[in-house]
Structure formats: structure tokens, C-alpha cells
């Protein structure tokens, strides 16, 4: 074993009270090399109650501070930089490369940007002509709770922390059981940064166990969540009979949607990209690539060639492009899938199974060959469903107005990548999707500022910018009669 995963509650690092743990599976190898605190309601109680205990103090300091103290923390993620990447890529399975060149970086940026919003935040006032003002506090909330995924673990970690803490909530957040290590290694580092003891806590543990037992907690006040959607309706179900402030990142089945006056070279490389980057396990990734008819057979040809070269192997090497899927259970959902598609009909154009690389060490990990398939109608369960996978399919279209229809076909709404050099027709287009986001001619370019999240069952809230510091601050109208 090389490292306990331990929790981190009131600035002490401590096992689970119950004394239980998990085991930590690296997923290009399929071995266990790390233990997880299998923590449970008493240990959520007593992240709780020191994070009551913190907050008096933590929201009378001034923004200039919080920033400071944030800035801190985000210092200690790029002085450890390369080592963060690997622990992310092992504990993922994600490409280290990636992880170097996006994860940690980002995660960064995540807390130097909100550090920066706590001085910038501000809020309403209005005045009525005679003489009366109004004017808006934005309180925080108190505890809040934050319970974030396995496939952006750092990134999603701090995405949802850091406005938390700089809109001056104590926090209680859980990284996802599957991929820990990284969320614990920030939290060793909180009180070097400065951050006072049970301002930021950290448990680890499965969903059902320490996750609701959060959602469920009095005195948790909001829950940030972002996961899979069976996962956000159980949250909603405990949280809306208590009233509590809730905001959910959900999955998406997302489209590509090529029309034929497309710059071709770019829109065949982002279509690959869109699909295939994490191994298919990002929210925003477009698994159903719509293109239109009159270039249809190009385009599928262009993308087959470009996938079957994608380099596929140890996550360590940093030549590699994909590497294996986060977990066991999720590559035998992922294989099912396929079989699924294969059942439906489908044509399997590339990939359709487990990819071995020749390596030893590497022979009992996950991974699975990047999938393209076509043949299928909008209705079957492969292009309805999220597979959250390197698995995605191709459909031509007629027009615009066929697209469109395609495009909303789904429950899910959370984003779409539109490639046309007709610009009255891309806004036009843009406008009838039903997605909180829509990218044209490009896809996954972040302005941390704009609104992030879904419609439908693709989420409920915005995060982002002063969305999220909305989100952590609770309104309180003034009104002066002057
Ligand atoms: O996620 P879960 P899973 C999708 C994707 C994937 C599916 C299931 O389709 O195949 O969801 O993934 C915590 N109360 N996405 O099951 O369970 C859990 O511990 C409170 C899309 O691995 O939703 C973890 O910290 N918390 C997605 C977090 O919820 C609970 C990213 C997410 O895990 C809980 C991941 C409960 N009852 C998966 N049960 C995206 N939107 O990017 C679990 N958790």
C-alpha cells in the first residue's frame, strides 16, 4: 500500500470513525495501491459541526484575505504540478499528458480565478425616486456541501469549492470514491495555505453511505453536485423536502452536428477530440455526430482514419492519446453498450471491444478501443441513452430543420458543437437547440465567467463566474426609507 486516503476534518488528516476502508484501484492495471477512509454519518457530523464551528470567523474576514489564502492553495497545486498530473493519471487512468496539460492547470486556474471573484463580487441596489433605496446583502450560507466525480477529479474538485470558499461558506466536499487522491492531496496542503481548521473538510466514502449523509444533513444548507443523473434525482429527491439550495452538473448525450459548408479538416479533428477525449468520460463529450448528407460518406470515412490511429495504451507514456476507463465496472457498462448498439443494428466502423496492450504490467486494465458506429435510428437506445464512454455514432441529415430535430431528440440538454460557415445559419441554429451551451465551429473552449449546465435532465442551476457565487450566497434585501 503506498498511501491511506485519509479524511480531512478540522484541519486534521483522520481515518473513518467506523474505522472501515475501500480500496483504491489504479485502472490501467487493475491493482489496488491505495486504501480510502469508508467514511459514514458520524464522520459527516463531525465535519459539520467543525465547519459551524469555523464559519463565524471565516466569513468576517475581508475578501482581500480569502483571496489571498485561496491564491495560496492554488500556488501549492502549481508548485506540485507534475506530481499532481501523475497521481491524477494513475488514479484515473487518464493520459498523463492530459492530466499535465488540462487537469491540473486548470484546477489552478479554478481557484486563482475564484480567489479573484471574492474581491470582484458585488452586489444590487435600487432606488425608487423618493428617497427610499433598496440594497442586497449576499450573505453565505454557512456549510455547504460539494460532492464532485471521477473524471475530471481535481477540476471538478475545485470547481465547486473554491466559489464556496470565497463567497465565505465553510465547506464539507467529497471527491468521488473512485478517484480520491487528488482531492486528499489539496486538502493536506489547506492549512499550509492558511485556510483555518474546519473551513475546508474533506470526506471520502461511497455516494450512498457519505454522500447522503451530507444531502441529508440539517445543517448543510446547499448541496453543488455534478454526476450521473439517476444520482441527481435521488439527491433532489432527500434535498427538496428540506429546502435546501441545490445545483446539478448531470450527463449528457451530446451532438456534433457537421454541416456540408463545414471547414472539413478542423471539424473532422474536433469531432475525434469531442468524442474520444478522456476516454468519452466528460459531460460535454459529442457521442452523436449528425452530418449532412451530401458529405456524409467523407466525413465518416476522414473520422474512421483518424480514430483507428489513435494511440491507445499506458497512461504513464506520454505519446499516449486514450488510456483506460476509470473503473472495472465502467468498462464492462461501456462494453454492454456496445453490445447493445451491435443488438440495435448498428455497424461497428472502428474499435467495438476491450483494447490489451502488449505490456504486462498493463494486462489486467481497462480499456476499451475508441468506438465509432453508424446505422442507427435516433430512437434506439444507443443514441439515446449517455454512455459516458469511447463510443459514438454517426448520423447523416437531410437539412437544418432534420438536424435540429435530431439534436433535441434527446432528455438530455446540456451541450452542442455546431460546425457551418453559413454565419446566419449557425446563430439561427444555435438559438432552437435546447442545451445550455452550444460551441460553434469549435468545442470545450471555457471562459470561466460564462454560465455552465444543462437543461432538461442534463441538470437544474448555472455554474461559473457569478453564477456559483450566486449560488453560495443566500440574497438579503434592505429597504430604507431615507
Ligand atoms: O456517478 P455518481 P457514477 C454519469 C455517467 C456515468 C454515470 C454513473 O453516465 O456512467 O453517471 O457514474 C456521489 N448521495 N456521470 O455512478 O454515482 C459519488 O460518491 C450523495 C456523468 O460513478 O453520480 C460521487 O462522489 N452522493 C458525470 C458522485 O456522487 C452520491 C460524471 C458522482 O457519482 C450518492 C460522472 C448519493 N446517493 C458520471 N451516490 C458528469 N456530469 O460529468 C453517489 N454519490
Redesign the pocket.
Known amino acids: 500500500m503506498e498511501q491511506d486516503i485519509l479524511n480531512l476534518i478540522n484541519g486534521a488528516l483522520v481515518p473513518a470513525q467506523g474505522g472501515g476502508w475501500l480500496d483504491n484501484v489504479e485502472p490501467a492495471t487493475g491493482a489496488t495501491y491505495s486504501r480510502i477512509a469508508r467514511s459514514g454519518p458520524e464522520d459527516v457530523e463531525a465535519a459539520v459541526s467543525a465547519a459551524r464551528k469555523a464559519f463565524p470567523e471565516w466569513r468576517a474576514w475581508s475578501p482581500a484575505d480569502r483571496r489571498a489564502v485561496l491564491m495560496k492553495l492554488a500556488d501549492k497545486v502549481a508548485e506540485n504540478a507534475a506530481m499532481l498530473a501523475e497521481a491524477e493519471s494513475k488514479d484515473n487512468g487518464k493520459p498523463v499528458s492530459v492530466a499535465a496539460a488540462v487537469d491540473i492547470p486548470r484546477a489552478e486556474h479554478n481557484l486563482r480565478f475564484y480567489a479573484s471573484a471574492a474581491e470582484q463580487f458585488s452586489s444590487e441596489s435600487h432606488t425608487m425616486g423618493d428617497g427610499t433605496v433598496n440594497y442586497t446583502l449576499r450573505k453565505p450560507l454557512g456549510v455547504v456541501g460539494c460532492?464532485?466525480?471521477?473524471?475530471?477529479p481535481l477540476y471538478?474538485f475545485t470547481w465547486k469549492i473554491a466559489p464556496a470558499l470565497a463567497s465565505g461558506n465553510c465547506v464539507v466536499a467529497?471527491?468521488?470514491?473512485?478517484t480520491p487522491m487528488t482531492a486528499y492531496l489539496l486538502g493536506s496542503w489547506a492549512k499550509e495555505a492558511g485556510l483555518p481548521d474546519g473551513v475546508l473538510n474533506i470526506l471520502h466514502?461511497?455516494?450512498?453511505e457519505?454522500?447522503?449523509a451530507?444531502?441529508e444533513h440539517h445543517y448543510v444548507r446547499a448541496?453543488s453536485?455534478?454526476?450521473?443523473?439517476?444520482?441527481?434525482a435521488?439527491?433532489s429527491a432527500?434535498a427538496a423536502p428540506k429546502f435546501k439550495k441545490l445545483s446539478l452538473?448531470?450527463?449528457?448525450k451530446n451532438a456534433t452536428v457537421v454541416f456540408d459548408d463545414c471547414d472539413f479538416d478542423e471539424a473532422v479533428s474536433t469531432a475525434v477530440r469531442a468524442a474520444f477525449s478522456n476516454q468519452g468520460?466528460?459531460?460535454?463529450c459529442g457521442s452523436r455526430i449528425l452530418v449532412q448528407e451530401g458529405l456524409y460518406d467523407r466525413f465518416r470515412d476522414a473520422m474512421v482514419a483518424k480514430v483507428s490511429k489513435l494511440r491507445i495504451g499506458d497512461p504513464m507514456d506520454p505519446a499516449t492519446k486514450m488510456g483506460a476507463v476509470?473503473?472495472r465496472g465502467?468498462r464492462d457498462?461501456v462494453l454492454a453498450a456496445i453490445d447493445t448498439a451491435r443488438g440495435e443494428g448498428g455497424r461497428i466502423l472502428c474499435g467495438g471491444g476491450r483494447h490489451q496492450p502488449g505490456e504486462p504490467r498493463l494486462k489486467g486494465g481497462y480499456f476499451v478501443q475508441p468506438t465509432l458506429i453508424e446505422g442507427l435510428d435516433h430512437r434506439c437506445v444507443t443514441n439515446r441513452e449517455?454512455?459516458?464512454?469511447p463510443v459514438a455514432t454517426l448520423q447523416p441529415f437531410k437539412d437544418e430543420q432534420e438536424a435540429l430535430g435530431l439534436v433535441n431528440a434527446t432528455k438530455y440538454g446540456?451541450s452542442a458543437s455546431v460546425w457551418t460557415q453559413d454565419l446566419k445559419r449557425a446563430h439561427r441554429f444555435a438559438a432552437g437547440i435546447d442545451t445550455g451551451m452550444v460551441w460553434l465551429n469549435c468545442w470545450l473552449v471555457r471562459d470561466l465567467r460564462t454560465p455552465f449546465g444543462g437543461t432538461r435532465h442534463?441538470?437544474v442551476g448555472r455554474e461559473g463566474g457569478y453564477n456559483s457565487m450566486k449560488f453560495f450566497t443566500e440574497p438579503q434585501n434592505v429597504c430604507v426609507k431615507l
Request: a negative charge; hydrophobic letters at 40%.
Open positions: 460532492i464532485s466525480p471521477w473524471n475530471l471538478l467529497k471527491p468521488s470514491e473512485v466514502g461511497l455516494g450512498p457519505v454522500g447522503q451530507m444531502v448541496i453536485f455534478t454526476g450521473g443523473t439517476a444520482t441527481g435521488a439527491i432527500l452538473e448531470l450527463g449528457g468520460q466528460i459531460c460535454l476509470v473503473s465502467h457498462k449517455e454512455i459516458f464512454g446540456l442534463s441538470g
